[in-house]
């Protein structure tokens, strides 16, 4: 299984960017796939999951009402749209599948996702 994020860059408070994370090696039917992020000194923290299937989604405080998860089932590929971008937003963001997910209420536990992607930078300039 590999992940493949992408999507990131350099944008100013307010702002908007889409993060894409495109799944090869297997299809994820049966995965929960989330969103993590890192930012300098601090650990990785959850953003965002959905349920392949049936396309329940759960969402950390911090970004509720702000980003919004999706997936596209023919392009095995995971959306983050990230909305109204604060300075703390700023991080690396990972995706991530986990197959044993089966309950989208604990899909913020790091620990059960199986695989992960290389991650991408999102700068916010304030």
């Known amino acids: 299984v590999q992940l493949q994020a992408s999507g990131g860059g350099l944008v100013q408070a307010g702002g908007s960017l889409r993060l894409s994370c495109a799944g090869s090696g297997r299809t994820f039917r049966s995965y929960a796939m989330g969103w993590f992020r890192q930012a300098p000194g601090k650990e990785r923290e959850f953003v965002a999951a959905?349920?392949?299937?049936?396309?329940?989604?759960y969402y950390a405080d911090s970004v509720k009402g702000r980003f919004t998860i999706s997936r596209d089932n023919a392009r095995n590929t995971v959306y983050l749209q990230m909305n109204s971008l604060k300075s703390e937003d700023t991080a690396v963001y990972y995706c991530?599948?986990?197959?044993?997910?089966?309950?989208?209420?604990?899909?913020?536990?790091?620990?059960?996702?199986?695989?992960w992607g290389q991650g991408t930078q999102v700068t916010v300039s304030s």
């Open positions: 959905i349920m392949w299937i049936g396309g329940s989604s």
């Open positions: 991530a599948a986990g197959p044993n997910i089966y309950n989208i209420r604990i899909a913020f536990k790091r620990e059960l996702y199986d695989y």
